[in-house]
């Protein structure tokens, strides 16, 4: 408790009841007593509100699956940069991207892992103004 050993706690109680004197120490403990008793009942409400609005009891969340120190920032990028995928292009896409992503379909996943796609540059016809999005920030 507060990095506080059994002798030092003693000696600092012991200190306590000189300071407050003998005729004020039961008036003392019971302000103490009721401290206690009214944060653990805080706690024990707090609990259960968030158990109302969540829908879950505290007791049954696997505090482990979020610590962060559980995540190395340099594992998490090697996996995803070595996760060799090949997720299907949605219709919106734009053509070359479902170009590039039939290219590395078709080629397999060792030719694609060893090639990188062409760059498809998309240019305006000339005298043509670039799109600008007036509510663009």
Do not use: C
């Not at 062409?118 to 000339?126: D, F, I, K, S, W």
Request: glycine letters at 8%.
């Amino acid at each position: 408790m507060f990095g506080i050993n059994g002798p030092e706690f003693f000696l600092l109680l012991i200190i306590g009841v000189l300071v407050i004197g003998p005729q004020r120490l039961p008036e003392y403990t019971q302000k103490l007593a009721n401290l206690v008793k009214e944060v653990r009942r805080m706690a024990s409400g707090a609990r259960e509100q968030i158990k109302e609005e969540v829908g879950i009891d505290i007791d049954d969340v696997d505090w482990k699956k979020y610590d962060p120190r559980q995540y190395d920032p340099r594992r998490i990028i090697k996996e995803a940069l070595l996760d060799d995928d090949t997720k299907p292009v949605s219709a919106g896409a734009p053509a070359a991207v479902a170009a590039v992503a039939g290219a590395a379909a078709v080629a397999g996943a060792d030719a694609a892992a060893t090639k990188r796609p062409e760059r498809v540059l998309q240019t305006l016809p000339a005298g043509e103004a670039a799109p600008f999005d007036t509510e663009a920030t």
